[in-house]
């Protein structure tokens, strides 16, 4: 479609027909979102890489009040906000389905989601863009801990 008359034009059409206005390249052949690896890990974006910086700062903080970075005690995971059912349901501390989403009581355990977020991560950031992403990816949290 042409930006300047609306009208619908082929993708090879670099002129306009009608209004003799110069069409630029389609959004799909401007964007290069860059690869890592030559393409074998997806380019990371900034939402993506700032939900994985604060899972892994919450991971760091939950290990200095236990000790330590293999396993993490529970009582840790309280203190950040884990989810508790009675907490959650009893004395109305609605905001622990929020933080749960960003806690991990292991290493393995944060290695793992960190992976896949950041691989499917960067691809739903991609497809629907940032503020979908992050209303996908908080409700998905909260409606996960609330089930």
């Keep these: 479609m042409c930006p300047h008359c609306r009208a619908f034009i082929t993708t090879a059409d670099r002129v306009c027909p009608y209004c003799e206005t110069r069409v630029g390249p389609r959004a799909v052949q401007r964007s290069n979102p860059g690869t890592v ?3 074998l890990i997806p380019a990371a974006h900034f939402t993506t890489i700032l939900i994985l910086l604060i899972n892994i700062a919450l991971y760091g903080a939950s290990a200095l009040l236990s000790g330590s970075f293999a396993e993490l005690p529970p009582r840790a995971l309280r203190v950040l906000g884990a989810k508790l059912g009675p907490s959650i349901w009893i004395d109305h501390q609605f905001w622990r389905l929020v933080t749960a989403g960003f806690l991990h009581g292991g290493l393995m355990h944060i290695l793992f989601n960190a ?7 960067t691809q739903i950031e991609e497809l629907f863009g940032t ?8 409700v998905s949290s909260v409606a996960g801990f609330w089930l």
Excluded: N, W
């Design 131 to 138: 503020p979908r992403y992050l209303v996908i990816y908080f």
């Design 37 to 39: 690896l030559g393409g």
């Design 115 to 121: 992976y896949a977020l950041f691989i499917i991560g």
